[in-house]
């Protein structure tokens, strides 16, 4: 079992600047006052990231960055809040308003970003339908991001006759478990951690129905049908999307 103790908040930004000497970090634990404080890290010509790991679980941080040439610094126009999160070590750890199931590799642009996956407890359960309609809906083939798979669901709900909604989706996007907003509808490999990781789970006290859960990831060859996965006994299928089914949504963590 792979186990991570990260702890830290990562701040990126394009480098539209040419010639800078550098880049200087700021970060306060209050709003930012007109004296800032002292610079907290300065970073070589043509940066665009930075991550802080000197950072308490759950704290709030300020931080502001600017470019600087010679006497002459740029600020970004935003200053960005950030609350610092504690990556889980255990599969089954209880966290952030659920349960951390295992971490998926998602490719964004040209590099891979590594997601720890944390799913909805017992109360975020329901049994709904995928769509009211056996149709295609682009944007939902990602084996792994079920992020990007749910808001194209959303997307492409219209009330314009005949009406198209996506009911296991708003279920998830709908869910606030723990104060969080950021669930969404597991893809096929997300949800597949559940049974993967079944016996770190089933000791940490996390439960399933011994039944079909949907999944954010539709049928490649049959858009008539999404994916369902079966926790208890990894079983999976493709189910027509107006068929009833299970659903238990998660939110995601970046780690790398």
Not at 52 to 63: Q, R
């Amino acid at each position: 079992m792979t186990e991570f103790s990260i702890t830290g908040n990562r701040l990126s930004w394009t480098d539209t600047n040419n010639g800078e000497y550098g880049y200087r970090i700021y970060r306060s634990d209050v709003p930012f006052g007109e004296i800032l404080p002292a610079v907290y890290a300065e970073l070589p010509p043509g940066s665009t990231g930075f991550l802080d790991t000197d950072v308490a679980p759950g704290s709030t941080n300020y931080y502001k960055v600017s470019s600087f040439f010679a006497d002459k610094e740029i600020f970004a126009a935003n200053t960005e809040v950030v609350v610092a999160n504690h990556i889980p070590t255990n599969i089954g750890d209880e966290v952030f308003g659920g349960v951390y199931i295992g971490n998926v590799t998602v490719t964004e642009g040209e590099t891979d970003s590594i997601y720890a996956i944390i799913m909805a407890l017992k109360d975020g359960e329901t049994r709904t339908t995928w769509k009211n309609a056996n149709t295609g809906t682009t944007g939902t083939l990602s084996e792994v991001d079920g992020m990007a798979n749910t808001l194209a669901m959303l997307a492409a709900n219209s009330d314009v006759t005949p009406v198209v909604t996506h009911p296991a989706a708003e279920w998830c996007t709908e869910y606030t478990g723990g104060g969080f907003e950021d669930w969404y509808l597991p893809a096929r490999q997300e949800m597949r951690l559940a049974y993967l990781n079944r016996d770190e789970l089933a000791s940490s006290g996390m439960q399933f129905v011994s039944s079909y859960y949907w999944t954010s990831t539709q049928h490649p060859t049959n858009a008539t049908t999404a994916w369902v996965e079966h926790p208890v006994n990894g079983n999976q299928s493709n189910n027509s999307k107006t068929s009833s089914a299970y659903v238990r949504p998660v939110r995601r963590i970046k780690i790398q």
